[in-house]
Nanobody, 128 residues
Framework: QVQLVESGGGLVQAGGSLRVSCAASRRAFSSYAMGWFRQAPGKEREFVAAINWNLRTTKYADPVKGRFTISADNAKNTVYLQMNSLKPEDTAVYYC?????????????????????WGQGTQVTVSS
C-alpha cells in the first residue's frame, strides 16, 4: 500500500507561479507512473500531467503544455508539478496519483480510472 500526500497549494495571482508536491510513503520498487489531475467546482476531474518514474518520460494535457512541468526526485520519493503563467481557469483541487506498470513499460496513463493510488488533494486558486 502506498500513501500519497500533496502539499504546496495556495492562492496566487494570474501570471504567477506555484509548485505542488506529492510525497509517496515508500519507494515503489517497480515500474510505475505518477500523474497529476485536477477538479474544478462543478467540473469533472481532468488529466494534467504524468511521468514514467523509471524512464522519466512525460505527458501533458493541452491546456497546460508549455506552462506546467512535472518532475520527480528519487531520493525524496516525491513528484512535483511546477506551474507557471497561471490562469484563473487553473483554479482547482489538484490530486496526485500512482499506478504500477508492467516492468519496462513505456506507457503513461492519462485517465483517472487507470490509477490505483490517490492523494487527498491540494487547493490551487488563481485570482484574476
Amino acid at each position: 500500500q502506498v500513501q500519497l500526500v500533496e502539499s504546496g497549494g495556495g492562492l496566487v495571482q494570474a501570471g504567477g507561479s506555484l509548485r505542488v508536491s506529492c510525497a509517496a510513503s515508500r519507494r515503489a520498487f517497480s515500474s510505475y507512473a505518477m500523474g497529476w489531475f485536477r477538479q474544478a467546482p462543478g467540473k469533472e476531474r481532468e488529466f494534467v500531467a504524468a511521468i514514467n518514474w523509471n524512464l522519466r518520460t512525460t505527458k501533458y494535457a493541452d491546456p497546460v503544455k508549455g506552462r506546467f512541468t512535472i518532475s520527480a526526485d528519487n531520493a525524496k520519493n516525491t513528484v512535483y508539478l511546477q506551474m507557471n503563467s497561471l490562469k484563473p481557469e487553473d483554479t482547482a483541487v489538484y490530486y496526485c496519483a500512482l499506478q504500477y506498470l508492467s516492468p519496462g513499460s513505456v506507457y503513461l496513463p492519462d485517465r483517472g480510472s487507470e490509477y490505483t493510488y490517490w492523494g487527498q488533494g491540494t487547493q490551487v486558486t488563481v485570482s484574476s
